[in-house]
Structures are given as C-alpha cells and as structure tokens.
C-alpha cells in the first residue's frame, strides 16, 4: 500500500526547522546551513562524504517514492509567485525525480524540468493533495517535503505514516517550528531514536498497526 513519508527534516534542538527571515541569498535564514550540514557530509551529498549512520539514514529519501509535496516557502523564497521565471532552488534537473505538487495560493501551469521532475502547483487540503499525488504516484509511496508548516499540517491531519526528523543540537531560538499544536503526537506511532557520532539524533515516528 503507497505510504505517507517524511524524510531527512533537520531540526533545532528548540524545534524550529528553518529559521528567519527567509530570503533568496538565505533560504534557512539566519540558520544557514547549520540544520542541513550533517547530511551535507555524507555520501548520499557527496561522493567524498561518510558512509555511517546519517548516510544510511540520508539514503532513504529517494527509494520507493513516487510523487512528492511540498510548500510554496520550500520553492522559491518570498514573493517567487511574481517571478514567472523562478523555476525552484534546485537548478535544470531537481533532485526529485517524480511528479512534485507545490502546495500555493498562487496557482500557475506545470513546469517540466529535466530527470523526471514536473512541478505541479496546487491549491488544495492536505487530503486532497495527498489523493492527486497518490494517483500520481503510481502505487509508490508520497513524499512530504516539508517546510514545517506544511509538514506540520500532514501530522495534525493524520496522513503521515512514517517520520523521520534529525535533531541538530543547535538552538535556533526563532524560525519556524515543526511540534507547534502536534501534542501528543507520539501516541499513534512507535518512536525510535539513533544517536549519531556527529552529534544529531536521527528520530523515526512509525505509524502504529490498527490493533
Ligand atoms: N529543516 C528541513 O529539513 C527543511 C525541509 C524543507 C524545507 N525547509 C525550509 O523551510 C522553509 C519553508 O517552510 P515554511 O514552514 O516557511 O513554509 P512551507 O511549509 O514550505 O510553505 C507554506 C506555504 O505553502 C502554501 N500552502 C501551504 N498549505 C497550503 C494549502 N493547503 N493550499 C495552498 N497553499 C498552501 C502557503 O503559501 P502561499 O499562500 O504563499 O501560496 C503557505 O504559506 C524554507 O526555509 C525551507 O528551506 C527546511
């Protein structure tokens, strides 16, 4: 059955998943790259990175996922919606690789890229976008791709299956945070955590099988 997945989301030890203010020559605003320089480090980035426990983590973005979605603030950086060139942050060829629904306000018609990618701009619930995606997914799993207030709006409407959050010990004390208004989140899912030797801690939430 096609699952709901998360993964490789990078969060301060204050839960703030990107900080401010957001911009094109600070996409992370004043994080910078701090929350994403684990991964940065591993093979699945660069040929030359490591092999251990965050690669074997890193690695799990791509298998088995047949569509992705994610929000109009993960495309492009404030105001990108008047921009009618902006094509994303991520160059001729996207590392997506599958149909990849921009959640916006700002529909516009679908952008093609090159190796599979083709954004599709959509304004929708998160169950609705979920069913397009799925469709689109062809019987693989649907990626949300963040950023937190998308993401964020995934777990509280239930649709997540599998979330895999990595907990960089920095603090952040601004931005945007991911647990906002989830309490008890961690009732419908078996929780593990793996700590790593370059500091994170890679936490997985695995939905519960229906007793
Ligand atoms: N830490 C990580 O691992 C990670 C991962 C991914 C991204 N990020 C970062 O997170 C930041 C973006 O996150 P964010 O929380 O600010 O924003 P976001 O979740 O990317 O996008 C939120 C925006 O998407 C649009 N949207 C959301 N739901 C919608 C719906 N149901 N229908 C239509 N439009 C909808 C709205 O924009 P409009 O109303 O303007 O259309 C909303 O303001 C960026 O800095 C990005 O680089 C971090």
Do not use: C
């Not at 799993?141 to 995934?154: K, L």
Request: charge should be negative; glycine fraction near 12%.
């Amino acid at each position: 059955m096609s699952r709901t997945r998360i993964h490789n989301l990078a969060i301060s030890l204050d839960g703030f998943a990107t900080g401010e203010p957001q911009s094109l020559e600070a996409p992370f605003g004043h994080a910078g790259h701090r929350l994403h320089a684990w991964m940065m480090a591993t093979r699945y980035w660069s040929p030359t990175g490591s092999t251990g426990v965050d690669d074997v983590f890193a690695q799990q973005f791509g298998p088995g996922i047949g569509a992705e979605i994610m929000g109009a603030n993960k495309f492009g950086p404030p105001g990108w919606q008047d921009d009618a060139d902006w094509k994303g942050w991520w160059g001729p060829n996207p590392p997506f690789h599958t149909p990849t629904f921009v959640l916006t306000h700002h529909a516009r018609p679908p952008l093609e890229m090159e190796g599979g990618t083709t954004f599709h701009f959509l304004e929708a619930s998160p169950a609705e976008a979920l069913e397009v995606a799925r469709e689109a997914a062809g019987g693989q799993d649907v990626r949300i791709g963040g950023g937190p207030t998308m993401a964020r709006d995934f777990l509280a409407a239930g649709l997540v299956d599998h979330l895999h959050v990595v907990q960089v010990p920095i603090v952040l004390g601004r931005g945007v945070r991911l647990w906002d208004g989830l309490e008890a989140l961690e009732e419908g899912y078996d929780v593990e955590a793996v700590s790593s030797p370059t500091g994170v801690t890679h936490l997985t939430f695995t939905r519960k099988a229906a007793s």
